[in-house]
């Protein structure tokens, strides 16, 4: 990264800190994230952070935020995932749940079934999981065919998530 030193002192002027968060007041975003231009490019601010403080990331990772707070740039709050990862952490923390929660009409059957056993979060896991189904069964002590569910449930998930 060229001009990391100068780029991170920039970045690290836009900044004001609320407990251990260290808050972008630069421009932010609709989706909630800080802007900063890098090199002429445009990245969420907690992205360019991360490069800035651990070099750079490949394309199909995320940056996240330990402390769920967008406006964050502490590196230290900041860890890298996937895409399913960062839903899955954001149902676990409720930011989304309000969204998922309506349109009650559009939702598949199996919504409502696999939902009553198996939360959003476990949904989510299971799909993400390298255990074989039969494990998965045993391990949340459910029928194989719930965590067939469990999985089109996740899916539908992410699927709402993604149309957002
Ligand atoms: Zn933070």
């Known amino acids: 990264m060229k001009n990391a030193d100068k780029n991170r002192k920039r970045l690290l002027s836009k900044v004001t800190y609320n407990n251990k968060c260290m808050e972008y007041n630069g421009a932010i975003s609709s989706n909630g994230y800080g802007v900063f231009y890098l ?12 490069i800035l403080h651990f070099g750079e990331i490949s394309n199909n990772k995320w940056v996240l935020h330990k402390c769920d707070n967008k406006k964050c740039i502490n590196p230290n ?9 960062n839903t899955r952490d954001a149902i676990i923390r409720k930011r989304m749940a309000s ?24 949904c989510l896991k299971i799909k993400s999981s390298d255990l074989s189904k039969i494990n998965l069964s045993k391990k949340y002590n459910v029928h194989i065919s719930t965590i067939y569910r469990a999985i089109t449930h996740a899916d539908e998930l992410l699927k709402q998530l993604e149309e957002k």
Request: aromatic content about 8%; overall charge positive.
């Open 77 to 85: 709050h900041l860890y890298l995932g996937d895409r399913e990862q």
């Open 99 to 122: 969204g998922i929660n309506h349109g009650t009409k559009t939702k598949p059957k199996s919504f409502k079934r696999c939902n009553s056993i198996l939360s959003d979060a476990e």
């Open 39 to 50: 090199n002429g490019k445009s990245y969420n601010a907690h992205k360019a952070s991360y």
